[in-house]
């Protein structure tokens, strides 16, 4: 069992910032792809961005690449989506998850385990 605990979201204005923040507990971090999803209201949930367990592979949706950077910290156990030049297209609730590979989790959709979300509202 893995324990994620999502953290950062908030309100902001177009072309601002933010960070997310993952906290895992559990079993060990570093055994685990993680990924952030999102889901808009009325909306599927989305692939947003993954990581593998080194951090050596980064996967991007097209809608966010060049624009959010996701990165992951092992003795930390935690994975962050910095999140630049947000738009209101980005307002949703963001998903932490934890899954095999970085490539399994876009490709899946999702993984094994989920975090509770946290809301991103980005205004015009």
């Known amino acids: 069992q893995v324990l994620l605990v999502e953290s950062g979201g908030g309100l902001v204005q177009a072309g601002g910032s933010l960070t997310l923040s993952c906290a895992a507990s559990?079993?060990?971090?570093?055994?685990?792809?993680m990924g952030w999803f999102r889901q808009a209201p009325g909306k599927e949930r989305e692939f947003v961005a993954s990581?593998?367990?080194?951090?050596?592979?980064?996967l991007y949706a097209d809608s966010v690449k060049g624009r959010f950077t996701v990165s992951r910290d092992n003795d930390k156990n935690t994975v962050q989506l910095q999140m630049n030049i947000l738009k209101p297209e980005d307002t949703a609730v963001y998903y932490c998850?934890?899954?095999?590979?970085?490539?399994?989790?876009?490709?899946?959709?999702?993984?094994?385990?989920w975090g509770q979300g946290t809301q991103v509202t980005v205004s015009a």
């Open positions: 998850a934890a899954g095999r590979t970085a490539r399994e989790l876009a490709s899946r959709g999702g993984g094994d385990y």
């Open positions: 559990g079993r060990t971090f570093s055994n685990y792809g």
């Open positions: 990581i593998s367990r080194t951090g050596g592979i980064t």
